[in-house]
């Protein structure tokens, strides 16, 4: 075999190899299926993905399970917002305990701040708390007031 060949053979070889070892990094990732306890998504996105020993979460906001609809009143909303993000990281292993971020976007920051502050001190207690921002938007889906994106650290093996 020539020079030449070889290094085509050595090439395409090692092209195959990354490729592999790509497929099966993907293959790591795991899309969180909804439940009866978490929203069903309107549109294509997931609820959240495994990755490893993280947990994404993305996109809650304050839709009520049952009906899709959004929840009534700011509280009540953004209370609902929390309680699916928790639900949907509950179905891949994570409690509210493991959060390590989360990034909440409002729609006005100076009056939904407050609200945020205490929905979240009424779930997680006296702390300790995640980081967390939060960030005003111009709009967010359906005319919505918040939407919350977490992180979680839940291990499989612990």
Do not use: C
Not at 46 to 67: K, L, N, Q
Not at 79 to 86: A, S, Y
Not at 125 to 134: A, H, N
């Amino acid at each position: 075999m020539n020079i030449t060949l070889r290094i085509v053979v050595v090439a395409v070889a090692a092209a195959l190899a990354a490729g592999s070892a790509s497929a099966q990094q993907a293959s790591a990732v795991q899309i969180i299926a909804p439940t009866d306890k978490t929203i069903t998504p309107s549109g294509t996105w997931s609820i959240g993905a495994r990755a490893g020993d993280f947990v994404f979460i993305g996109g809650m906001r304050g839709v009520d399970r049952a009906t899709g609809k959004l929840v009534e009143g700011e509280e009540a909303r953004v209370r609902r917002m929390f309680d699916n993000m928790l639900a949907a990281a509950e179905a891949a292993g994570a409690t509210k305990h493991d959060a390590v971020r989360l990034t909440v976007f409002v729609t006005d920051v100076a009056r939904l701040r407050p609200v945020v502050n205490k929905v979240q001190k009424d779930i997680w207690g006296d702390g300790p708390y995640p980081p967390r921002t939060v960030l005003e938007v111009p709009a967010l889906d359906q005319g919505d007031i918040a939407e919350i994106d977490g992180t979680f650290y839940a291990p499989l093996k612990k």
